[in-house]
């Protein structure tokens, strides 16, 4: 356990409407990732912070906008949710150096429907 | 393009047999294999992982086999048990890069 969070767990939404998905560390890690889990594709990237208000994107990041004004807080919008983007989202830290280093843990992931 | 190709995308073993999960990759640069396991409902955990510099690396009844000129690397659980049951994923990353890139992940079932 890595003491990540994710915030709401389980969310049906109607397309068109904004979605915000939160990431909570209490561990004080740089790096956090945003990846969206879909059957057939994999755990594929969609933004991630190297730190407090710096970000970049991934391979999948149309549709979706990323803020980190705080370390332990990283926060996913889709800004008007489509029904492509139904899927699970995990949010996930990497430790950095000794003998962790690029190691990435998940938090337990949020499933959102967008109707 | 699919840098990272994972395969079987499905894989059936009876109890106490080899599970064996193979990734191939393209790019020579990659420096940092990992494999992830995941159950229903769960996020995926840091199973193994190796580095280019060893060609095997064994913790418990999970090894990972690494063949530099051949770009591929695998996943064998030995003595396989019902509870090895969830979808395994391997991945790659660059050096200094901080981004993994995954395989599309297999189902591995063992049957009691």
């Known amino acids: 356990d890595a003491g990540i969070t994710q915030s709401p767990r389980h969310k049906v939404t109607e397309t068109g409407t904004p979605v915000t998905l939160r990431c909570h560390q209490t561990e004080n890690h740089r790096y956090m990732y945003w990846y969206r889990q879909d059957p057939g594709h994999g755990l594929r990237l969609i933004h991630y912070?190297?730190?407090?208000?710096?970000?970049d994107k991934g391979e999948v990041s149309d549709g979706y906008s990323v803020s980190r004004s705080k370390t332990e807080d990283f926060l996913l919008t889709l800004e008007s949710a489509t029904s492509s983007q139904t899927s699970v989202y995990f949010c996930?830290?990497?430790?950095?150096?000794?003998?962790?280093?690029?190691?990435?843990?998940f938090g337990p992931g949020t499933r959102l429907t967008v109707l | 393009q699919q840098q990272v190709k994972q395969s079987p995308q499905s894989l059936i073993v009876q109890k106490g047999g080899i599970s064996i999960i193979n990734c191939a990759y393209e790019?020579?640069?990659?420096?940092?294999f990992p494999w992830y396991q995941q159950f229903p409902g769960k996020g995926p955990a840091l199973l193994i992982a190796i580095r280019p510099d060893v060609s095997e690396k064994k913790e418990g009844r999970f090894t990972i086999s690494f063949n530099k000129s051949a770009k591929q690397f695998s996943l064998h659980i030995m003595d396989s048990q019902p509870g090895d049951s969830a979808t395994y994923f391997c991945a790659v990353t660059f050096p200094g890069t901080y981004k993994y890139i995954f395989g599309t992940g297999t189902r591995l079932k063992v049957l009691a």
């Open positions: 912070s190297y730190g407090v208000k710096d970000t």
């Open positions: 996930a830290i990497q430790r950095a150096g000794g003998s962790s280093y690029n190691e990435q843990f």
């Open positions: 790019n020579t640069a990659f420096d940092y």
